[in-house]
């Protein structure tokens, strides 16, 4: 379970951020670069991302399932009710595709919308003590590298040393069909939607 300060707070994120023009006006704008918003005039609509620039960080730090999981252990997450403070985060960015189930704590904020809101995200998860961001995705060869390279790069420019931004190697597949320790930790876990065929 995710503290309570982090998922209220959390909640404002997908919220219009025109209340927060004063609390933010000295934090820098992350927009589109001018490059990715020019239309193309070809007939394929270009992917999601096109609209935001490449991430700096083109191959951010990773984590493996085995090190969650022990962090995950550690903090108690199991009984929700008796739950230790935690200084990590998981987040799923799956959005069409978010089935099947989810890392118990975590919170779904979808890729696609994720850029402009990073600054508040940051600020956010600063504020909370949180100093490991976790994301994942399908396979986390997409979506959670991006996001991670995202968040690293805002970090950088921050000048934060003390937060990290880490990608679950293999994503939610890799963890769902790691075996019984790793899906006892899913919520709404759904084993056919993992089985081979």
Not at 4 to 21: G, M
Not at 65 to 78: D, F, Q
Request: some cysteine; hydrophobic content about 40%; glycine content about 8%.
């Amino acid at each position: 379970m995710i503290r309570p300060n982090i998922r209220f707070a959390l909640s404002f994120v997908r919220r219009p951020l025109c209340s927060f023009t004063c609390m933010f006006a000295s934090m820098p704008a992350m927009q589109p670069s001018e490059s990715t918003t020019t239309a193309s005039t070809t007939a394929s609509t270009p992917p999601w991302h096109a609209a935001y620039p490449t991430p700096e960080n083109a191959q951010p730090e990773g984590v493996m399932r085995e090190e969650v999981l022990a962090m995950l252990n550690k903090a108690g997450l199991m009984d929700q009710h008796n739950a230790k403070a935690q200084d990590f985060i998981l987040v799923d960015l799956r959005r069409t595709d978010h089935e099947g189930g989810t890392i118990r704590g975590s919170v779904n904020l979808p890729a696609q919308s994720l850029y402009p809101t990073i600054p508040t995200l940051y600020f956010i998860l600063k504020a909370a003590g949180v100093r490991k961001v976790i994301w994942y995705c399908s396979s986390s060869r997409g979506r959670g590298t991006r996001a991670a390279g995202w968040f690293a790069d805002y970090l950088s420019n921050q000048g934060d040393g003390d937060m990290e931004s880490l990608v679950l190697v293999e994503g939610i597949k890799g963890w769902a069909t790691a075996g019984p320790e790793y899906t006892v930790w899913m919520d709404g876990y759904e084993k056919s939607m993992w089985c081979e065929n």
